[in-house]
């Protein structure tokens, strides 16, 4: 199999359906930026932490799975979907990793460690792929559960870089006024 088809060269692509689409339709955008933040997550791996790595891991997968969910606008009852144990998963992760940090007192400026501020940087991709989700779904039907994920998986990968950050011994910085 080839990687290159030539069929995206006039600047449309296909959707699951094979439907023809211009690149630039506010699906192909939501769906282009969840990848971008997958690729971003995986410049975080391996992050020298099993448990982090384990679930940095899953997070692509489901990173994956909902680009799958985007590309597709009429889906049937089997095809691959972010579900809501998607979103569980993610406030699991989050809900332990607070236990291990200090209480949130103000913002944190985005940065420290390498992969801290990978993981900051992967989060400010997800804030704006839910953007263009929400962008979507202003003007087609989207799985709703998709948006949910990914609000929480800025939560989610803030509260990782946090962990890192503090595991490697990095000091958080706050914004002065």
Excluded: C
Aim: glycine share 6%.
């Amino acid at each position: 199999m080839k990687v290159y088809t030539g069929r995206g060269d006039e600047g449309q692509t296909d959707l699951r359906t094979m439907e023809r689409v211009s690149k630039t339709s506010p699906r192909i955008d939501a769906y282009g930026t969840v990848d971008e933040a997958n690729a971003l997550v995986g410049t975080a791996r391996p992050a020298g932490y099993d448990d982090v790595d384990d679930q940095l891991r899953g997070i692509q997968n489901h990173l994956h799975v909902l680009q799958a969910d985007f590309a597709n606008p009429d889906p049937d009852e089997d095809d691959h979907r972010v579900r809501e144990a998607h979103v569980e998963q993610l406030e699991a992760w989050i809900d332990s990793y607070d236990e291990e940090l200090d209480p949130l007192q103000q913002f944190v400026l985005p940065g420290g460690s390498e992969t801290g501020a990978k993981l900051h940087h992967a989060r400010a991709v997800v804030r704006r792929a839910e953007r263009r989700a929400v962008a979507l779904a202003e003007d087609e039907p989207i799985n709703e559960v998709a948006v949910v994920y990914l609000n929480r998986l800025s939560d989610a990968l803030f509260v990782i870089a946090r962990a890192v950050n503090k595991r490697e011994g990095v000091r958080e910085e706050n914004p002065t006024y």
